[in-house]
């Protein structure tokens, strides 16, 4: 019988790039970091800080989001928000989803 501890290394494993297309979806509008982390925990999207700020940092790197610190708040917050780029990867990553959920289901069909 398979453990717990796999299934559980199993499905976190599914949802590692799931969170790249989350949080472009997200950020059409500005966000700081924490901010995110609670909407994609409402969301119900598990994913802890240590994942989720140097995600950011890749994707700004990559060109895919801007960033600000705004200072006007109490504590200085790093904004990220998606740019034109980001946004036509995003379109591509949606696609890309969709088309993938939709071979899933067929492949799971018996599944369900």
Do not use: H
């Amino acid at each position: 019988m398979v453990s717990d501890e796999v299934i559980f290394s199993q499905v976190q494993e599914l949802r590692r790039g799931t969170v790249v297309l989350a949080c472009l979806a997200l950020l059409d509008e500005p966000q700081y970091g924490y901010a995110l982390l609670e909407t994609l925990k409402d969301a119900e999207v598990a994913v802890d800080g240590n994942t989720l700020y140097p995600l950011l940092r890749r994707l700004e790197k990559q060109g895919l989001l801007n960033s600000e610190w705004r200072t006007s708040d109490a504590r200085p917050r790093k904004y990220y928000r998606v740019n034109p780029e980001g946004a036509r990867v995003r379109a591509s990553l949606i696609q890309e989803w969709q088309t993938l959920v939709d071979s899933i289901s067929q492949l799971t069909k018996e599944d369900c």
